[in-house]
């Protein structure tokens, strides 16, 4: 029987994703994926970019054994990257997320997650959640920066 909380998360997950494609894929000008302005340091493109780095390392690495390796650092200092490559990372991230909560029972839920976060301690279903709740929270800022700037 299939775990009630992986389905919720899958269904976050995607719908999450799904819905910072679309934020990405909204902007007018594409250049405006990258603008900043007065106090809005973080750009949408470096949020997005942030995102997958984040999810990618903490899911599909970690659980998922994807191979993904994080440059944090590039997530907030690349620029330009192109809304097409963007979309396509989104994508990915989506199905390797998808495939790798698939993957878990509910004994790996309970286990304590493998990387000390947090101070260590914590277990994989709540660092789950915290991680679904870590993209909504960006995803927000992403369509602030983009109703107020993409003018």
Request: charged share 25%.
């Amino acid at each position: 029987m299939e775990n009630p909380l992986i389905e919720v998360l899958q269904s976050l997950f995607k719908r999450d994703l799904t819905k910072l494609r679309k934020e990405i894929e909204a902007y007018t000008k594409e250049d405006n994926i990258w603008l900043v302005e007065r106090a809005i340091a973080n750009t949408a493109g470096n949020l997005c970019l942030h995102l997958v780095g984040n999810l990618n390392t903490y899911i599909g690495a970690e659980l998922g054994k994807t191979g993904y390796v994080r440059q944090r650092e590039l997530e907030f200092s690349l620029k330009d990257v192109a809304r097409e490559e963007l979309v396509a990372k989104i994508d990915q991230t989506m199905k390797d997320i998808d495939q790798t909560l698939a993957l878990l029972s509910d004994k790996d839920l309970q286990k304590e997650y493998p990387l000390p976060v947090f101070g260590g301690g914590i277990t994989t279903q709540y660092f789950l959640i915290h991680l679904a709740t870590h993209l909504t929270y960006h995803l927000g800022q992403i369509n602030y920066h983009r109703r107020l700037l993409d003018v």
